[in-house]
């Protein structure tokens, strides 16, 4: 039940900000209770239950909405193109301030991580967003947090299942791009 709630509270939201946006030029700054779903949706891992969707989970239809995608019109090359955008303007409003991240208003991306939500990264994938920021809650990239958060539950030894999935992130990052704080130009 509180799903489903959730789920008719997003799209109420989401609808109710993207409602008049049909360009990317008037696509305008998602206030802080839209960013805060997508926290939610990473959390939850909330799947779409429409088997007629584009999507497979919730957060990539708010991603696209936040940035005032129209699938109706929008080619695949388009919808990168406005989801980078909207990435790229505003990755360091995308921050999860949540009892159980252990990084006090850290980016979307390391709350995801943290969750163990490995299907978030392979979708975002397509959009190749740039992970290769400084996220201002702790000073460092994604793959140092990623990394660090693998070393704490290598060294645990209590969630063997924690460590290979944190790894499994890791080396998915890597591969596609992702860089240390020290490798930042």
Do not use: M, W, Y
């Given at each position: 039940m509180r799903k489903r709630i959730l789920i008719l509270s997003t799209q109420f939201l989401i609808c109710t900000f993207c409602s008049?946006?049909?360009?990317?030029?008037?696509?305008?700054?998602?206030?802080p209770s839209v960013f805060s779903i997508l926290c939610s949706q990473a959390e939850?891992?909330?799947?779409?239950?429409?088997e007629t969707s584009p999507y497979n989970y919730l957060f990539e239809k708010t991603i696209e909405e936040m940035a005032c995608v129209n699938r109706q019109i929008d080619n695949d090359s388009v919808i990168r193109v406005k989801v980078q955008t909207w990435w790229n303007k505003y990755h360091n409003d995308c921050h999860c301030n949540r009892a159980n991240f252990v990084l006090a208003d850290g980016n979307l991306l390391k709350y995801a991580a943290q969750q163990r939500f490995e299907e978030f990264f392979e979708i975002l994938k397509k959009y190749k967003l740039d992970y290769n920021f400084v996220d201002?809650?702790?000073?460092?990239?994604?793959?140092?947090?990623?990394?660090?958060e693998w070393q704490k539950a290598k060294?645990?030894?209590?969630?063997?299942q924690k460590s290979f999935?944190?790894?499994?992130?890791?080396?998915f990052l890597r591969k596609n791009g992702a860089l240390y704080k020290r490798e930042l130009k």
């Open positions: 008049a946006q049909s360009s990317k030029e008037d696509c305008p700054k998602p206030p939850n891992q909330a799947a779409v239950s429409d201002p809650a702790d000073g460092n990239t994604l793959l140092d947090f990623v990394f660090a060294d645990a030894k209590s969630d063997s999935s944190l790894k499994r992130i890791h080396d």
